[in-house]
């Protein structure tokens, strides 16, 4: 598929704010935005399982377009409703989502490596996502862009060993410092995976893409750049030739390697990518000067101020615009929370987190 397939966009705020430029305000979209906070996705899911959605174009269509109808001129962007735990369902694993995610068979020893899906046909195994995204992005109908999205490398290991979310991932972090180079090889297989996957879902019609570490933060920094780091490093760069070689847009690239903050410097500067997702633990100015210029950064409210009141939220709000300026002005950054939204957020709570960006990102009108 190619731009012209598509109706045209009306809103490319958010596209121009990840190549860097000003914006006349912050686009905003947060992470999770179709997601159990909104009654009209629980009313789906009472009717179909997790990853039935994810795997029915038509109905993860739907649950994408929710936020965009729900929030319309207030929100600007769209991401594909999925899960990154497609890319292990992909790779042979079996996950449940029940409600947490849970794997029956997870890699327990480097002799669990043979278990996995040699020459994993994307197409084939995750078609359902790619025919998603060109269903959502005609309905969206030029509205808002559309982002895809994959796990990275080092957070989806992290799933395949522990078999589901763990607080010290003795197991994951057993197999890295035990097997180094066995844990690398399972890394570079989930690597040329999501690379394949990225191009396709570009294939179809993303307008950006996501890649989601959300474990970056676990990691000592040296065994960052040890496990995670060149993996990340590897999409960007591969999936950069491939689109060329293809004749397919070069979209912009967000990186949000949560808790990362220790690497924002050499990432902004090597790793490939047009934006950082940045989370709460770090202050916007700091993390601006750490990027200086090289990329726009994408964040950073604290999910939690969601439920402390209109007063918090506005002031929160306030101060994050404040500190994300450059020289006065709002310029390559994207205003987002710095994790996803959680179930408990009252819609209209998150509506006037919405209007508050709006209100506050604003850069005065040019005069010619
Ligand atoms: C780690 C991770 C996962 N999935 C994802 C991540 C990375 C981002 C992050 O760190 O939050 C990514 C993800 N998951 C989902 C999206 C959809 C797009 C979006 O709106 O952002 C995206 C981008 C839907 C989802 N993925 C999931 C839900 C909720 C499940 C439900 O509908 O019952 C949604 C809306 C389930 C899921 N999937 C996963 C977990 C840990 C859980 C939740 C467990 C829980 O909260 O009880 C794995």
Redesign the pocket.
């Known amino acids: 598929m190619a731009d012209h397939d598509f109706p045209p966009l009306k809103n490319d705020l958010f596209l121009r704010a990840a190549r860097g430029e000003e914006t006349e305000r912050a686009p905003v979209w ?7 906070y909104l009654p009209e ?1 629980r009313k789906v ?1 009472e009717q179909h399982e ?1 990853f039935k ?1 994810c795997q029915t174009p038509e109905l993860a269509k739907e ?2 377009l929710q ?1 965009i109808r729900r929030y319309s001129g207030l929100v600007d962007a769209a ?7 497609v890319v292990p369902q992909a790779l042979g694993m079996e996950v449940l ?1 029940n ?3 849970a794997f029956p068979d997870p890699l327990t020893t480097p002799d669990d490596i043979k278990k996995l899906k040699a020459n994993v046909d994307v197409k084939k195994e995750l078609g359902y996502v790619f025919d998603a995204i060109t269903l959502t992005r005609k309905a969206l109908n030029g509205e808002v862009p559309l982002i895809g ?1 994959t ?1 990275a490398p080092w ?1 989806l290991f992290m ?1 395949m060993v522990e078999g589901g ?1 763990s607080k010290t991932m003795q197991k994951s972090k057993g197999w890295l410092f035990k097997w180094p180079k066995e844990s690398k090889e399972v890394l570079d297989r989930i690597t040329d995976v999501c690379i394949d996957y990225l191009v396709e879902q570009v294939r179809a019609g993303a307008q950006a893409l ?1 890649i ?1 570490d ?2 970056a933060g676990d990691l000592a920094p040296h065994h960052f750049h040890e496990f995670s780091y060149p993996y990340l490093a590897r999409i960007a760069t591969t999936l950069r030739t491939r689109l060329t070689s293809l004749s397919l847009p070069q979209v912009p690239l967000i990186l ?1 390697a ?1 808790g990362a903050n220790h690497a924002l410097a050499h990432l902004a500067i090597t790793a490939g990518y047009d934006v950082l997702g940045i989370d709460w633990l770090v202050e916007p100015s700091l993390a601006r000067s750490l990027v200086n210029g090289k990329v726009a950064l994408q964040g950073n409210l604290e999910p939690n101020v969601l439920y402390g009141g209109r007063e918090a939220i506005e002031r929160e709000v306030k101060r994050m615009c404040d500190e994300f300026r450059v020289d006065g002005k709002t310029k390559g950054w994207i205003a987002n929370l710095g ?2 939204i ?2 408990g957020v009252d819609p209209e709570d998150l509506r006037f987190f919405f209007e508050c960006v709006q209100k506050y990102s604003a850069n005065p009108t040019k005069t010619a």
């Open positions: 947060v992470m999770r935005q179709a997601g159990r996705f899911r997790f959605v649950v994408t936020p991401i594909i409703f999925s899960d990154i735990l989502m409600p947490a995610p999205f796990g957070t799933y979310g996501q989601f959300s474990n949000f949560k994790h996803g959680t179930p």
